[in-house]
């Protein structure tokens, strides 16, 4: 459906942002010389000079195209705006598997409203694969090409392929409800970052599970998700945009019968 919001002007930016990112990041990756340290003490939660080179080479593009909207991103916090839309950044989600060498984390951008992000992109830079949720639809581009990305159509949650990065992140007690879903389906995967999310987008699988999430974590996947056709929530049915328990489903029918699920705990 058309957004009031969206023009040519949006996703031109916000493609200019992530050629941005991709530009100060890539150097860095498998480079040796990340410059990581730990946010979080008592656990490893990493940030490297990547991270915030590439959340500042972003801002620096609102700045001078957007500068009445506002800004949330992990690394450099808050930015108040006038127009009503927020720009959510994450410089580099899953930045555990950009310390350790795997393509599996991602630059995200995402463009929110009152209601929730309308307009998103997940991109792998090492890859060269960007994926991008529009109002007027969902595209992947990459070395092949360029593709309109359809999620999975229904099948019994026996059949299904299911995500998450328990347990390295959330609470046990988030991992029992995980698990209560996973033990019902055919093949669980770990470990995979917002690349997860892309790969729901893209066919591919059929729910990711998550917790403990950050609103940067999860505006870009919903937005790239929803327009492929999916569904995302949080684990009671409502929004999930401001982060938390985060069910993301390829269609509606596998999304309620996980929720069934998942309402338990």
């Not at 328990?166 to 995967?189: W, Y």
Request: charged share 20%.
């Amino acid at each position: 459906m058309p957004h009031p919001s969206f023009d040519a002007e949006v996703r031109h930016v916000a493609h200019l942002m992530a050629d941005a990112a991709r530009h100060v990041i890539l150097p860095y990756f498998r480079s040796g010389a990340l410059g990581t340290e730990n946010k979080l003490a008592g656990d490893y939660d990493p940030v490297t000079l990547a991270d915030r080179a590439a959340e500042q080479a972003m801002r620096e593009i609102l700045g001078e195209m957007r500068p009445d909207d506002a800004i949330l991103g992990e690394e450099f916090g808050n930015k108040s705006g006038t127009s009503g839309l927020t720009w959510v950044l994450d410089p580099i989600d899953g930045t555990r598997g950009f310390v350790s060498g795997t393509p599996t984390w991602g630059v995200l951008i995402a463009v929110s409203d009152a209601n929730g992000p309308f307009y998103g992109i997940i991109d792998q830079p090492y890859i060269g694969e960007r994926f991008e949720g529009a109002p007027d639809g969902a595209m992947v581009r990459n070395l092949s090409g360029e593709k309109a990305l359809t999620t999975l159509a229904p099948r019994d949650l026996s059949e299904a392929i299911v995500f998450t990065t328990f347990p390295e992140v959330g609470e046990v007690s988030d991992g029992k409800g995980f698990h209560a879903v996973a033990s019902q389906a055919k093949l669980t995967r770990y470990g995979m970052d917002c690349y997860a999310y892309a790969l729901l987008a893209a066919g591919q699988i059929d729910l990711v599970i998550e917790a403990q999430l950050q609103p940067y974590d999860i505006c870009a996947p919903i937005a790239v998700i929803q327009a492929a056709g999916g569904t995302v929530t949080d684990w009671r049915g409502g929004p999930a945009h401001k982060g938390g328990r985060v069910l993301a489903a390829a269609n509606a029918d596998i999304h309620a019968r996980a929720l069934a699920i998942l309402r338990d705990y």
